[in-house]
């Protein structure tokens, strides 16, 4: 009998692998190096006790009279076999048990170094299957080691290593080692025979799961979220849904001045979160989703997967929002393409519509003044160059010689 805490011991211990899997591997490496000494393992017993890490190796012939043996592997002589156990009689099976000494220093440590690569393997393969399962669930952890593209995270349940791209981080996140994160598991990779896990706090999962976690409501399965949309550290939209008619969804998951609402926050670099309640009506879900800004009109035109949306002229720039962040939520949570007008008001003297100068400007250069709010020569004079090429990412090429060709249109009147 052999004990494995001696040659093997720390496979004993501490390896978060199936015990079974585990004991498969060291029958198969051991029959390995029997077949490698005799030329089969046909007539060998490999024996693993699970619960004190024992291992026993029989080989097991059949008595046959002296001289007649014709199979020195599977048949023993009488008297060899009586001189193992003097009980032994023609016609029985003979157990005679090895020792690891028998099989040489050489073949015990290459059995030993396929034994490690092994159950490396085994611990690979567990790590991935484990984490793949996992995938979208929240991890946390702490930082280990800051690197050039990434940052490396021992997750705080396993202890394994997880990685967080700079590329999955929100701006404006900054960590040395030793600090806590919190994102979600993202996806697991293969790399070079490595299970590699990769973390985000940019997906939109991350804000879901931290909803959860804050509203008991969401958990509980009360409220559902129906969709959310980030643009990680600037801004989120979340559309709600509550099947409890008692229960405002957007009062719950905000909380009693913004309790709830503000963690979350805090957690994704003030982030600004938008949460507005879910309907199958999609003029009112269109109205919502512009939030802050109130509108005054929504046409929807289900081909064309466009809506054509009228506000009061202060109104615009919150619709549009910085950058046009505020547009792009809404038409990412909505589904359809926004377009912004004015609302008719008392037309300036002295001023023209912009479809009159589609034969000085080109088309789709009117359409994209139109789409940020301007429908008339003034609207576009009235806005600093700067401000018209933020909001409609035009050229400033283009731009200027957009205002030389509507302040012309003045000059000569």
Not at 10 to 32: H, M, Q, S
Not at 113 to 131: C, V
């Amino acid at each position: 009998m052999m004990n494995l805490v001696d040659s093997f011991g720390e496979f004993k211990e501490g390896k978060n692998i199936d015990r079974a899997a585990l004991l498969r591997v060291l029958e198969d490496v051991f029959r390995t190096l029997i077949k490698k000494k005799y030329g089969t393992d046909e007539n060998f017993d490999v024996i693993v006790n699970a619960q004190r890490g024992d291992l026993e190796l029989w080989r097991v012939r059949e008595v046959v009279p002296d001289g007649e043996v014709t199979d020195e592997r599977a048949q023993v002589s009488a008297s060899e076999a009586k001189a193992i156990d003097p009980d032994y009689g023609i016609g029985d099976e003979c157990y005679e048990q090895l020792t690891l000494e028998e099989f040489g220093r050489r073949a015990i440590q290459a059995a030993r170094q396929t034994l490690i690569s092994r159950i490396m393997d085994l611990e690979k393969d567990d790590i991935y299957k484990k984490y793949s399962e996992r995938v979208g669930d929240m991890v946390v952890g702490e930082v280990s080691q800051v690197l050039k593209k990434e940052i490396l995270v021992l997750d705080d349940n396993t202890g394994n290593e997880v990685v967080l791209p700079r590329t999955e981080m929100i701006r404006g996140d900054f960590y040395r080692k030793g600090d806590a994160v919190k994102g979600i598991i993202s996806k697991v990779e293969m790399k070079n025979s490595t299970p590699v896990i990769v973390m985000s706090r940019t997906d939109e999962k991350f804000l879901e799961k931290l909803l959860e976690q804050e509203v008991p409501e969401i958990e509980d399965g009360v409220i559902t979220i129906k969709k959310i949309v980030r643009l990680p550290g600037e801004r989120a939209k979340i559309a709600v849904e509550s099947y409890d008619d008692r229960i405002d969804p957007v009062g719950a998951c905000v909380g009693m001045k913004g309790s709830r609402i503000h963690g979350i926050v805090r957690e994704l670099r003030n982030e600004n979160i938008d949460v507005i309640n879910f309907t199958t009506n999609l003029q009112l879900y269109i109205q919502r989703a512009l939030t802050p800004a109130k509108v005054s009109a929504v046409e929807v035109d289900l081909e064309t997967k466009r809506a054509a949306v009228t506000l009061k002229s202060e109104q615009v720039s919150l619709a549009i929002g910085k950058a046009g962040t505020n547009i792009k939520l809404a038409s990412k949570l909505t589904g359809f393409e926004i377009d912004v007008f004015r609302e008719d008001e008392e037309a300036e003297v002295d001023d023209v519509d912009l479809d009159e100068f589609r034969d000085e400007l080109e088309g789709w250069v009117v359409d994209v003044l139109k789409r940020i709010g301007c429908d008339s020569a003034r609207d576009v004079l009235n806005l600093k160059p700067e401000e018209i090429i933020r909001r409609s990412d035009l050229e400033e090429e283009t731009v200027m010689e957009i205002i030389r060709v509507l302040s012309a249109e003045f000059e000569d009147n």
